[in-house]
């Protein structure tokens, strides 16, 4: 941050006469509204491409009408969810169900805050980045147990509690299955772990295809983090043919748009850090992006990184479309049965392969043993 | 499930699921009694005093009452809304009892038209059961694969009697009109493009793990008690008992054409569990394929309704006619007194019945189960709640 401030003193001399406190400060809130701005952005665009998406899956059209191919209908449908009436129920505990989005929201904003968008493009390459992640993604579990406990509403209670359960669950094996990224990084910056997987392997420098071991917490991290981030298969706690619609049934307009939001925050999240963890972040193959002059270096590595992780919430969105829903005692039996104990198999798995191996990848020594 | 430690005392609560919830099936109240997510116990409150309390029911509209008042023809409109998803048989249904009734004779052509629309009919509902219920289940994509498909049947419906939901065709003594010119055609296009969807189902949704694990071993309806119960149709030979009128009782010409009944087999679990009763549905959408594709072939020529007065007086007696409708038997019990209406009336619907065993198998069930055994059993308020 110090040194990033410094070079922008250096950059803009007007700034010089303020005190390097006020520059940082002003350093951090800009970046703190182009994250935002990119995180509602992605938000709105992201719940548009939903529709796009299971308007083909389904054999039907998805949005059309506002905008040429309908690309406008996110700005209609935030326009009408902040002209709809706020509806608190008369019997629910006003202060903590108006409470509730705001946390939720912030607990999948404040994640965008570590996510390496491309070389030296992230509002804060944090040393502890996923340590960070885990902790204020949690938030949203708090937001979401409290809207159920707060609407006063059975339904909406039987939401939050599912809820609750599920997100705490899941987040065991989310956090053990990005752990081997870390270990072979050597580092819990975002950053660091990605450039751990450059190289001149190009697409086999990932840490996909580091050794067998990341190849399975690839899919165990997907997993895991489908649930943590309640989306099909795992969406009981909103579980509309079920739970009517669970925690949020009682929230109307913008308030319902925050939970609405967060959801797809939470999607950009999850996709983010499996492409920064295991599909080699903004690396490009072949091209160092760090080495490329002036701002070029960014802009593709910002363009690969957008490129891998938007194909990821593509995934979701299709898995999305095309599972049903698990049953609350089979979801809880998946992951403390199943995912959990794979996941810490796996992680004792690549740990033994770092030391046998002196922290070699699969392309590497195959790369050795040729040489 | 429901064992816990004493020690650990926890608070039941009550909560009503329906008669607004979208997997209910219409306007189904089921008072829930839960211990967290267990079910202790499920009452479906049917209205009316069908269960000897005073609530009125949210759909009742006293169809068999108004049938005692309005003459035999008169009534026909009013079966279409018996089972808005099945309107076509339930027509047929009126039109086969009133005509043994007052011993009319109808011509074949009426009756080959009439199992025709009947089996198309049969597979649009099946189509519905099996969209809504992968819904409920929470994968809505193939709710929206059934619906196109039934947009077809919709169509052809739409050709041959102008409507496209409380279909009116069946009249006493035949049917309102024959087959406009290209409907016996476009029938046949659309078996052929319909027959590999089937498939088409299998492969996205019957035999995915998840939906199999929703199902399979949920709320297990053992042969003995599905008979003992009453249970129907797809619900009783869901669990194993091959039982179909159109077989077992046969009326209008389906002794003529070659077809199986399909039954539960246990295939991903136990016999008689949601996975059968879902799997009869599906697989009877096969057969109702090779009933209409016979009933094509083999249709022929001549007028489509006897001459019946539009005001006619049965003599006095009584008859029961029980026919196989997509939710089970639909029975028509109707006494004349020899006048221009019935005496009595009772009609006797397949989801009414199924409802009897519905609190017995949901104990200790899930929240979620509740939604899968209200699906399996393919229940339509109307019918219910009549």
Known sequence: MEALTLSLVKAVPALGAAPLWAVSLLLMVASGVVVLVFALTFEGVGSLVLRKVAGDIQARIGPNRVGPNGILQFLADGVKLVLKEDIV??????????????????????????????????????????????????????????????SNNKW???????????????????????????????????????????????????????????????????????????QTPFDLPEAESELVSGYNVEYS???????????????????A????????????????????????????????????????????????????????????????????????????????????????????????LAG | MTARPEALPTQEMTINMGPQHPSTHGVLRVILTTDGEVVTRAVPDIGYLHRALPDIGYLHRALEKIGERVTYA?????????????????????????????????????EFLRVIVCELNRIS???????????????????????????????????????????????????????????????????????????????????????VHRLANVAVVPAAEAVAYGLTGPNLRGSGVSFDLRKDEPYSVYPKFDFKVCVGTGERGTLGDCFDRYMVRINEMRESVKIVRQALAMIPEGPVLAKVPRVFKPPVGEVYVRT???????????????????????????SFVTMNIF????????????????????IILPEIDR
């Open chain 1, 273 to 368: 850090l499996a492409t920064a963890c295991f599909l080699g972040g903004w690396n490009v193959p072949f091209i160092r992006a760090e080495a490329l002059p002036g701002i070029w270096g960014s802009l593709l590595s910002l363009g690969v990184f957008l490129g891998k992780a938007f194909a990821m919430v593509l995934v979701m969105m299709w898995v999305r479309w095309t599972l049903p829903r698990l049953r609350v005692d089979q979801l809880m039996r998946m992951s403390w049965k199943y995912l959990v104990p794979l996941t810490f198999v796996n992680l004792l798995g690549v740990s033994l392969w770092l030391l046998v191996f002196d922290g070699k990848g699969i392309p590497e020594l195959i790369a050795s």
């Open chain 2, 74 to 110: 008169q009534f026909m409109p009013f079966t279409d809304r018996l089972d808005y998803l099945a309107a076509m048989n339930c027509n047929c249904a009126w039109a086969w009892a009133v005509e043994k009734l007052a011993k009319i004779e109808v011509p074949e052509r009426a």
């Open chain 2, 359 to 378: 609190e017995k198998i949901t104990k200790g069930l899930m929240i979620a189960d509740i939604v899968a055994v209200i699906g399996s059993f393919d």
């Open chain 1, 156 to 230: 909406a209670l039987l939401g939050g509690m599912r809820a609750a359960a599920q997100i705490v669950s899941y987040e065991i094996p989310v956090g053990m299955a990005l752990i081997p990224a870390v270990l072979i990084a050597g580092s819990l910056s975002l950053q660091d772990i990605v450039r751990s997987q450059g190289g001149l392997f190009g697409l086999f420098g990932w840490n996909l295809f580091h050794n067998p071991f990341t190849f399975f917490s690839f899919f165990l991290y997907f997993t895991a983090a489908q649930a943590e981030t309640n």
């Open chain 1, 253 to 271: 307009g913008i308030r319902f748009g925050l939970f609405f939001l967060a959801e797809f925050g939470d999607m950009f999240i999850v996709a």
């Open chain 2, 125 to 211: 509902s099946h189509l519905i059961a099996f969209g809504s219920y992968t819904a409920d289940m929470g994968a809505f994509t193939p709710f929206l694969y059934a619906i196109r498909e039934r947009e077809r049947v919709n169509d052809l419906f739409e050709m041959i009697c102008g409507n496209r939901l409380t279909y009116n065709y069946a009249r006493i003594g035949g049917v309102s009109g024959d087959a406009p010119p290209g409907f016996l055609e476009k029938t046949k296009e659309f078996l052929d493009y319909f027959e590999p969807k089937i498939d088409e189902y299998n492969n996205l949704i019957s035999y995915n793990k998840i939906f």
């Open chain 2, 324 to 350: 196989e409708c997509p939710r089970g038997e639909t029975g028509i019990y109707a006494i004349s007194d020899g006048s221009t209406n019935a005496f009595r009336l009772k009609i006797r619907t397949g």
């Open chain 1, 89 to 150: 129920p008369a019997k629910a505990d006003a202060l903590l169900f108006k409470l509730a989005p705001y946390l939720v929201f912030v607990g999948s904003f404040a994640a965008f805050v570590v996510v390496p968008f491309g070389v030296g493009l992230s509002a804060a390459d944090l040393n502890i980045g996923i340590y960070y992640v885990m902790a204020v993604t949690s938030l949203v579990v708090i937001g979401v147990l409290l809207a159920g406990w707060a």
